[in-house]
């Protein structure tokens, strides 16, 4: 069992309301503390999902720095880690082990896994949702560390980090996107995936919806030799989580509406629509696995019933629920109603801010959709907006990516002109980590 | 009258008896509970909720827990007093405290907790209770006869209270020392003696008209009196609410400002909060705002009270809002 999991909440919020409002919004920040440290190396499993579809074969390199790059997930395993190689194409096979569930990882098994990865030939075609079963079979294995194989969408409880890496470098053309979409709601919520698109045959929107499906980030690796050192970071960092399956507990009272719930810090994730229903006026939502330390933002929008000026209300409890429903962590957003207009229209920076980084996320998608299409005055108007929301918030890093599309005549108004010569590794780029935000402003 | 039961334990008593014979509870004097209307909670939520979280939000509609000083009523023969937390404020400040003797007369106090100061609540509790007691002790003893008499209870009554809110105050914290204002009345046979420090105010309602009794201690009635602004400029003026005499640990009062009237004529005896009378200042509109036959006494001043606060109340409710209302016989007696 990994050391039980202590969570800080902090709620950001202007809880005036003028009279008739319903719409309460807080910026709710959850941090793991106390004592949670990484858990024993046996309740941590890894699934290696390596794209060995027939495209791997061009350019050459491509299999090759997989391979690598499996290689290096391998090398940093610690000593006891449960773990699997799974090859994938039009179905899914277990590379290492040879026999049946996971291996330990140890001198002798990260030796023998990398000579079964080296032997990868690359031949056949693409049906990620089986890799996701596979993976997910190999996961939730008497020897995973996770005592309940439950039904679809069950949580595990009491196991350590259940982890994937899924590497592709293509399109999921061997299954339809209902079939995917059937497995993701199956295996969501049972372990975390990181995926990683690498060149730029491989579609952004797909890979996303997996990655989000599963709680996972999404990245472009457009040079092959840079995956090896992503997969070792993935690797360590999903080592390093103290405790996993770790859900957000929300109250809210009678007649109220959650308008939505997203993670807005580190990237964008919206969770509205994973709410579990765990009470008459609660639900839970699944945060996946936590590192000491680490820390997140949530931005909550909740709509109650207008009370009378000078009334309050409590209008959301927020707690973290870990295994074994230990619960920690208390936030409370609140109402007040008042017809003080100083106190009703003031905006929390912390709520403006992350209003304004999903809508640079949501101008950039529009921005490329209309560019595609050929609508060069849209895409020209929805990227100005987006460079100019980078710009105000400080967020150096889309700015930059942006600039590779568009060409900056002045950020503050937003003003700029499509570029001829974008190369499809900075479109897709820019469209694969538009979701990234700045973290608010704190000491 | 007969068929009278003790307020204690309800067992039968004559009006002449002066202690119950079951319980030996004191029959002359009857008065509002000291403390006020209890610290313990209500016990269900207005939307019918019985839980509460550790934060007192009800757990089925998110509504702060109601806290029983909300909206007080109490009631004795001839005298009825609500206090009322308003539409805009977050606690009710204000507190009132009301006894009778009988054939003796009646006591009522009415304190205003200052918003900025700490423990405001506490101060007008304290304060209205301390000099209820003072008063209603007077007017058991029967020392309270002649209209020097009262008005020297009365003064010694706010020397008590202010003796008793000072010893609420922090050191540490002189600035936000808990202070209140204050107004009192002692009605006996055939007069009353209205003591006041602050802005609460009494007014007399007759058939013949109505009048204010007290005079606002606040910087802007002073500057109307030394003819630096108008009645109007003052209602609007940002010192209108300023006060400059007031109860508490740094207020210096030693005593309050008296007036002693006979009473010759049916009528009502009106104590208020500045919650009530923001928004009826002068008598006429106190007059207006009254139930028809109120004067008349054929409505029970607790009736008169909760129409006088629902005007407060559909005017906006901006402030706590305490009224106590006590019938006045005339020619002799209340
Ligand atoms: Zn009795
Ligand atoms: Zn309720």
Redesign the interface.
């Given at each position: 069992m990994a050391v039980a999991p202590e969570f800080a909440v902090e709620v950001r919020q202007n809880e005036h309301l003028p009279a008739g409002a319903g719409r309460v919004e807080a910026v709710v920040t959850v941090t793991a503390t106390g004592g949670a440290r990484a858990g024993p190396a046996a309740d941590a499993a890894e699934v290696l999902v390596l794209d060995t579809s027939g495209s791997m074969r061009s350019p050459p390199e491509k299999l090759a720095e997989a391979v690598r790059a499996a290689e290096a997930a391998l090398g940093v395993l610690r000593d006891g880690v449960r773990f699997a190689v799974v090859a994938g194409t039009d179905t899914a096979r277990v590379v290492y082990p040879p026999g049946p569930g996971l291996a330990v990882a140890g001198p002798r098994t990260r030796a023998a896994a990398t000579r079964a990865v080296r032997r990868l030939r690359a031949a056949g075609g693409t049906a990620m949702g089986r890799w996701l079963l596979l993976a997910d079979a190999l996961l939730s294995g008497p020897d995973a560390g996770a005592p309940d194989a439950g039904g679809p969408g069950s949580r595990a409880s009491g196991a350590g980090p259940r982890h994937a890496i899924l590497l592709t470098d293509g399109e999921n053309r061997h299954e339809s996107p209902q079939e995917l979409a059937a497995v993701l709601e199956r295996v969501a919520g049972r372990f975390t995936c990181d995926c990683r698109g690498v060149g730029t045959d491989w579609r952004v929107a797909e890979l996303r919806g997996i990655a989000e499906a599963m709680l996972g980030t999404v990245d472009i690796v457009a040079d092959p030799a840079g995956l090896a050192r992503d997969f070792e970071s993935m690797t360590l960092a999903a080592m390093g989580k103290a405790v996993a399956d770790v859900s957000l507990r929300l109250w809210?009272?009678?007649?109220?509406e959650v308008v939505f719930l997203r993670q807005v810090a580190p990237a964008l994730l919206d969770l509205t629509g994973r709410r579990r229903r765990t009470g008459p006026?609660t639900g839970e939502y699944p945060t996946g696995a936590w590192a000491a330390g680490e820390s997140r933002d949530y931005h909550l929008s909740v709509r109650?019933r207008p009370?009378?000026?000078?009334?309050?209300?409590?209008?959301a409890?927020i707690a973290l629920v870990g295994p074994g429903e230990a619960v920690s962590g208390r936030g409370?957003v609140l109402?007040v109603w008042?017809?003080d207009a100083a106190l009703s229209t003031r905006i929390p920076p912390e709520v403006a801010h992350y209003t304004g980084q999903a809508e640079l996320a949501e101008a950039i998608r529009e921005g490329l959709r209309a560019r595609r299409a050929g609508d060069a005055a849209r895409a020209t108007a929805r990227l100005g907006r987006a460079v100019r929301l980078a710009h105000e918030s400080g967020n150096t890093g889309t700015a930059k990516l942006l600039a590779a599309v568009v060409e900056v005549r002045d950020a503050a108004s937003g003003t700029v002109r499509l570029r001829a010569d974008v190369t499809e590794v900075d479109e897709m780029t820019l469209d694969t980590r538009s979701t990234v935000t700045k973290r608010v402003g704190r000491d | 009258m007969g068929g009278e039961t003790c307020p204690e334990c309800s067992a039968p008593v004559s009006p002449k008896d002066r202690f119950c014979e079951a319980c030996g509870r004191n029959l002359r004097v009857r008065r509002t509970p000291v403390g006020g209307p209890g610290s313990q909670w209500p016990p269900l939520c207005a939307c019918g909720g019985a839980e509460f979280d550790e934060d007192g939000a009800c757990e089925a509609c998110g509504r702060a827990r109601p806290s029983a000083r909300d909206r007080v009523e109490f009631a004795l023969p001839g005298v009825a007093g609500i206090s009322d937390r308003g539409r805009r404020r977050r606690r009710n400040e204000d507190s009132m405290a009301f006894g009778r003797v009988r054939g003796r007369g009646t006591a009522v106090v009415v304190c205003d907790g200052v918003a900025s100061s700490e423990r405001a609540e506490q101060a007008s509790q304290v304060a209205v209770d301390t000099a209820a007691d003072v008063l209603l002790t007077g007017l058991q003893s029967g020392t309270l006869q002649s209209a020097r008499d009262a008005e020297r209870a009365t003064a010694e009554a706010v020397v008590a209270a202010n003796a008793a809110v000072a010893r609420l105050a922090r050191p540490e914290a002189a600035e936000v020392a808990p202070s209140c204002t204050f107004v009192s009345a002692v009605v006996t046979d055939g007069s009353a003696t209205v003591g006041w420090v602050g802005d609460s105010r009494a007014y007399l309602v007759a058939e013949a008209g109505a009048a204010r009794l007290t005079s606002d201690d606040t910087w802007a009635a002073q500057l109307v009196a030394q003819g630096v602004l108008t009645e109007e400029e003052a209602l609007t003026d940002r010192r209108a609410h300023v006060l400059s005499r007031w109860l508490g640990a740094d207020s210096g009062v030693t005593e309050p400002q008296t007036v002693t009237f006979m009473v010759e004529t049916p009528g009502l005896l009106v104590l208020c909060s500045d919650g009530l009378w923001n928004y009826v200042p002068e008598p006429e509109d106190l007059l207006a705002a009254l139930p028809p036959e109120a004067i008349a006494r054929r409505v029970a001043p607790l009736e008169v009270a909760r129409a006088l606060v629902q005007v407060a109340l559909d005017a906006g409710g901006h402030d706590n809002i305490t009224v106590v209302v006590v019938q006045l016989r005339g020619g002799g007696g209340s």
């Open positions: 809210t009272p009678g007649h109220a006026r109650v009370a009378a000026v000078g009334e309050r209300m409590l209008a409890r409370r109402a008042t017809d | -």
